[in-house]
């Protein structure tokens, strides 16, 4: 146990149960209604519990745990299957016949990580089974009863028969060796290398039992701008050790791999993939990786992208570079994740562009265990971004979906907001790829092609801090990036719910209103930020607060003048074929609908249109108005969950209600800055008053300039 962890618990004892968010969500609450208590209590009179595993212990430890604390009293097990009178939980292969013919059909559909949990009549008793084909399904299966139970659901009559839709659900974190993160706002790296691989923080234990209560099965441990040193023996002996720790909860790791590797720490001259020297040298790495870590996930790799090296260094290209690694992890079922985060400042096209160009001509030409994550729009993770066109242009790839849970663009860990409502938003958009109906999520999930290699990351939001994500709201963040790996069809509003309700509290006071504001703070933060369809109008570098000015910096597309082009005539950045023509990236109809500013969604308006100050929004407004008013009414949302926040004092305890509202006092502040820095700057352009119902500003637009942030979270901090 870490000395925080220490910490906790005896913070905990002597003043009173102050909850420090540690637990997330699987605090399991002391139950109190009666009835209910009554129920669960009768289920957990004798359970039979099928051990003979590392994930089977797991699973078992967690619902000792989970019913202990939900009912406040010691759970144990009975030693056989014949001594259980109310609960049964087994796989498939130790289940009864009785039992059986109750559940094979449900065992027959979901597969290796599906399981089963059901109200089963046997004789005289009613036996609460779980079951499913494999440990990892029972794992899964006992998680999703707690939290069945968390949320104060009625056992009777239960049925739940549920399978992963997606095969890989990974965290990537962008953890340095030196234990920073990059745009990590939650503290320092959980990992502590210099520690390993002796000392396993009971926090591994505590991440990964997380991880796993949500399906999480994957976790590239190391930023993508890699370090190589991650793959000599001293620190694979480490990362084997993390793996270690992981396996029990189904959790497999992966490496980001650099890819000069071989020369940084091989002693080669070269990285070209078509050299058979350095093939060789990753062909012997994947073998040295596998000897330690059997289960190893695979690479993550980010090539000729920002600076890092690549292919293209020795005029070979993506398909060169991924193919060489996959060819050396293949006969240990390794995997290689190659990013298609790639633009450049020698190529005079639209960023937005840039990756669809590069990657789509190379469709149906990786190995079979090349998957290629895409970031969810083309940009770099804004508040809002059309989806990504290469989810629509890459039939014969498995295009593994990128979301980013760290709030780089969307307030760091002081803004409530909750991403489920943006990454659904973007599951859910159409590519019309094979006529109506084609969307994101079917592309992911591989139903649209029929692929089974399928997969999902996002960049982790955690750290050192108490209580893991800085803000305890961004908590809901992880947990529902989780759920829509698992399922990339359920809504942000179950989400929300399910969360609240395992977090917090069950009282329908809470959880109505909390839910509102958790599903309107993502529209909050798009009004403040980047209504309209503006983009990457932040400051530059750390991305905290507003640069709308930024303009000279070396490379065009780091500007944020390059994205809004805000001049007298107008705003807006003009992707139509008058334009960047970037909607052709898009199909039919949705390309048609993009280019018309009367037929395209007015939430992208400027990310696709130059458009005039006074031209007509659909609601009557001028553009100008428009934008103004959308600032303030985003403004006016940070206010309204304020006062939500106020009156949700009663339902938990004083120093969970300060904590979030210390954080919306900041976040109001930080909405108002946002109004105010960006209308100021667009008014020198658009040369218009305010209109009616927008505060006006109390600085000016120098003072807003002078703002410097040389410490900003989440970055090396910058000198000159
Ligand atoms: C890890 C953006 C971020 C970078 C990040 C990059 C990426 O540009 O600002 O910090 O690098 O995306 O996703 O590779």
Request: glycine share 8%; with cysteine; hydrophobic share 40%.
């Amino acid at each position: 146990m870490t000395i925080g962890v220490m910490i906790l618990c005896c913070t905990s004892q002597t003043f009173g149960q102050v909850p420090s968010g540690y637990d997330l969500w699987l605090g399991y609450g002391k139950i109190e209604n009666v009835e209910l208590l009554r129920q669960y209590e009768q289920a957990a009179t004798s359970i039979y519990f099928q051990n003979n595993s590392e994930i089977l212990e797991a699973a078992q430890k967690e619902l000792k745990r989970g019913l202990g604390s939900m009912l406040d009293r010691a759970v144990d097990f009975t030693d056989s299957f014949s001594t259980a009178n109310s609960m049964v939980i087994a796989k498939k292969a130790g289940l009864d016949k009785a039992i059986m013919k109750s559940v094979a059909a449900d065992l027959d559909r979901i597969g290796k990580e599906g399981f089963v949990i059901k109200s089963v009549q046997l004789k005289d008793k009613d036996i609460l089974v779980i079951s499913a084909n494999e440990d990892i399904g029972i794992l899964y299966g006992v998680f999703r009863l707690l939290r069945f139970m968390q949320g104060h659901k009625t056992l009777s009559s239960i049925s739940l028969v549920d399978a992963p839709k997606i095969a890989i659900r990974m965290l990537n974190h962008w953890d340095n060796l030196d234990r920073t993160v990059e745009h990590g706002y939650a503290g320092f790296s959980l990992w502590n290398w210099q520690k390993l691989p002796e000392y396993i923080d009971r926090r591994y234990i505590d991440y990964a039992r997380a991880n796993a209560s949500i399906g999480i099965n994957a976790v590239s441990l190391t930023n993508v701008n890699a370090n190589a040193l991650i793959l000599t023996p001293m620190y694979l002996e480490k990362v084997r050790a993390l793996a270690e720790a992981f396996r029990p909860y189904g959790i497999k790791v992966y490496l980001t791999a650099r890819f000069s590797a071989p020369i940084e720490i091989g002693g080669l001259r070269s990285a070209d993939p078509l050299n058979a020297e350095v093939q060789q040298w990753w062909n012997d790495k994947a073998e040295e990786i596998y000897a330690q870590i059997p289960d190893f996930g695979g690479f993550l790799v980010k090539a000729n992208s920002e600076g890092q090296p690549g292919p293209q260094n020795y005029g070979r290209n993506h398909v060169d570079g991924a193919n060489m690694m996959a060819r050396a992890l293949q006969p240990f079922d390794g995997k290689v994740i190659w990013r298609a985060f790639v633009y450049s400042e020698h190529d005079a096209d639209d960023r937005a562009k840039q990756a669809y160009s590069e990657f789509v001509p190379y469709d149906g030409q990786f190995m079979e265990n090349v998957l290629v994550q895409t970031k969810n729009g083309a940009i770099d993770f804004q508040p809002r971004e059309p989806f990504h066109p290469m989810f629509g242009a890459m039939p014969n790839t498995p295009l593994m979906m990128e979301f980013q849970i760290t709030q780089e663009y969307l307030g760091f860990s002081t803004h409530l907001v909750f991403l489920p409502k943006l990454f659904e938003e973007v599951l859910d958009a159409d590519t019309y790829l094979k006529g109506k109906g084609s969307t994101v999520a079917k592309v992911i999930d591989g139903s649209l092609h029929d692929k089974k290699m399928t997969g999902m990351a996002g960049v982790a939001n955690i750290g050192t801090d108490l209580n893991w994500t800085g803000h305890p709201f961004a908590q809901a963040n992880w947990y529902g990036f989780g759920r829509l790996a698992w399922d990339p069809y359920l809504s942000s509003e179950t989400i929300a719910d399910e969360w609240i309700r395992a977090t917090f509290s069950n009282d329908p006071k809470f959880v109505g209103p909390v839910r509102k504001m958790l599903l309107t703070s993502r529209e909050a933060v798009v009004n403040y930020m980047n209504p309209l369809g503006l983009h990457h109008i932040f400051d530059t570098g750390h991305h905290y607060g507003p640069g709308p000015w930024v303009s000279e910096l070396s490379r065009p597309e780091w500007n944020p003048t390059y994205y809004h082009k805000a001049d007298e005539y107008g705003i807006g950045f003009d992707r139509t074929p008058t334009g960047s023509n970037a909607t052709e990236q898009y199909a039919e109809p949705l390309r048609s609908m993009l280019n018309d500013p009367k037929t395209c969604p007015e939430e992208y308006l400027l990310w696709f249109h130059h458009l005039p100050w006074d031209y007509t929004l659909r609601n009557g407004h001028t553009l100008w108005d428009g934008i103004a008013l959308k600032y303030q009414e985003g403004v006016d949302q940070v206010q309204d969950m304020r006062t939500t926040w106020k009156n949700m004092e009663p339902y938990i305890s004083k120093a969970q209600h300060e904590e979030v509202w210390m954080l919306l006092e900041i976040q109001l502040k930080e909405a108002r800055w946002w109004r105010d820095a960006c209308l100021l700057y667009f008014q020198t352009y658009s040369k218009k008053e305010l209109p009616e119902g927008v505060e006006k500003p109390t600085r000016t637009l120098e003072y807003f300039k002078s703002l410097k942030f040389l410490f900003a979270p989440g970055i090396r901090p910058r000198w000159d």
